[in-house]
């Protein structure tokens, strides 16, 4: 294929994930539901079924608020509302990991609200440095096994998942790939950027990363485009098409990201070795770093932040928070503090899944490309 049909697909996957959905079922596959941000997607792969990320959609929020009080974040919301309105029928169970405090209340309303779709609650600890770190995260891995094969029949194979584990290494490695790839192409819009991470969430990726693959080999082969504005983005989600709209319009151009969606998905592989491979898998999160929701006193990813805008040549970072998200509220003065001794200049604008007016954060990102 060539880049355009490549970016084509990647759209069309974002455009319509529920038809993919249908498409797995049919082929007689069953479809597990994954909320962010850190769902041990591998373990239902290695079942046999197909992972599907959930994280929400830019809708309207109405039978959802009869379970959640206003403040809190629109990602949860969103995927309570989709829950009650049928969009997942199909799903043989959800797999909610318990990173935040909105997450850990998730579960309980959606066993109430949505009737057909089993959840099933992954723990993770919040130290997960020491070995008993290792430990709880394994007894959670364990209980998610558990909770598939009642919700679904199949039976959990310890070297099926090692098998799955390259694939998702794979997959890392391809998309790890993409950022300073696209970051020489320029003339792949910031919403084509976002296609292609967020269409990981609903495609099988052994599928994805062939298609990740082929676009790099594509974009190896052609000379690099000339530089827009080089930005650098963090948040847990930067894919509302009004933001992303605003981005192109301003001639800005992603060059490197911390988004929760996006590059902190594959930054860190399953280990090559452990005693088992689920313990290879509860290693991966034990040495998982750099993340809001990830327990660190020392707020490394602060520094992170800096180093991957300096090392990609980003002329400023934008900090696309969304409301009511209490993680990455702690860690915003800290990132302003962190890029204005820098001296790398940091704009924020908030977004939700219900925003329908971008004219305030238009603003926000016009002042922004002034400043940059
Ligand atoms: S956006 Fe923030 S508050 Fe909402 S689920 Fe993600 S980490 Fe939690």
Redesign the pocket.
């Known amino acids: 294929m060539n880049k355009q049909e490549l970016l084509a697909c990647f759209h069309e996957a974002v455009a319509d994930p529920r038809k993919l959905m249908d498409k797995y079922l049919a082929e007689g596959r069953k479809v597990v539901l994954t909320a962010?941000?850190y769902t041990p997607e591998e373990i239902i792969h290695s079942m046999g079924m197909v992972p599907m990320g959930v994280w929400g959609a830019d809708v309207q929020i109405n039978e959802a608020k009869k379970y959640f009080p206003a403040f809190?974040?629109t990602?949860?919301q969103s995927i309570v509302e989709l829950g009650i309105k049928g969009v997942y029928d199909g799903a043989s169970a959800i797999v909610i990991p318990s990173?935040?405090?909105?997450?850990k209340v998730i579960g309980q309303n959606w066993k109430y609200a949505v009737k057909g779709i089993p959840f099933i609650a992954m723990t993770y600890p919040q130290n997960r440095k020491p070995a008993f770190g290792h430990t709880f995260t394994k007894a959670g891995y364990e209980y998610v096994i558990r909770g598939l094969e009642e919700a679904t029949g199949l039976k959990f194979d310890d070297e099926k998942l090692a098998e799955s584990i390259e694939v998702y290494n794979a997959h890392n490695a391809a998309m790890r790939a993409l950022v300073p790839a696209l970051a020489a192409h320029s003339e792949i819009t910031c919403a084509q950027r976002s296609d292609i991470f967020k269409s990981a969430f609903f495609m099988r990726k052994e599928e994805h990363t062939a298609l990740v693959n082929e676009l790099l080999a594509v974009l190896e082969a052609e000379a690099p485009a000339e530089d827009k504005i080089r930005i650098m983005t963090s948040g847990?989600?930067a894919d509302a098409p009004g933001l992303l709209e605003i981005l192109d319009d301003n001639g800005m151009q992603i060059v490197c990201d911390d988004v929760?969606a996006e590059s902190r998905q594959y930054r860190t592989d399953a280990p090559a070795e452990g005693e088992t491979a689920l313990d290879r898998l509860a290693s991966k999160f034990c040495a998982m770093d750099n993340c809001?929701?990830l327990y660190d006193v020392e707020k490394k990813r602060v520094d992170k932040i800096v180093s991957d805008a300096k090392a990609a040549k980003a002329k400023g970072v934008l900090v696309v928070l969304?409301k009511?998200?209490?993680?990455?509220e702690f860690d915003y003065p800290l990132i302003k503090r962190a890029c204005a001794e820098a001296e790398i200049p940091c704009v924020l604008i908030e977004v939700d899944r219900q925003m329908v007016n971008y004219e305030q954060a238009r603003t926000a990102i016009e002042t922004f490309k002034d400043l940059l």
């Open positions: 962010p941000v809190i974040c990602i949860m990173l935040c405090d909105s997450l847990i989600l929760a809001s929701v969304t009511f998200c209490d993680p990455e």
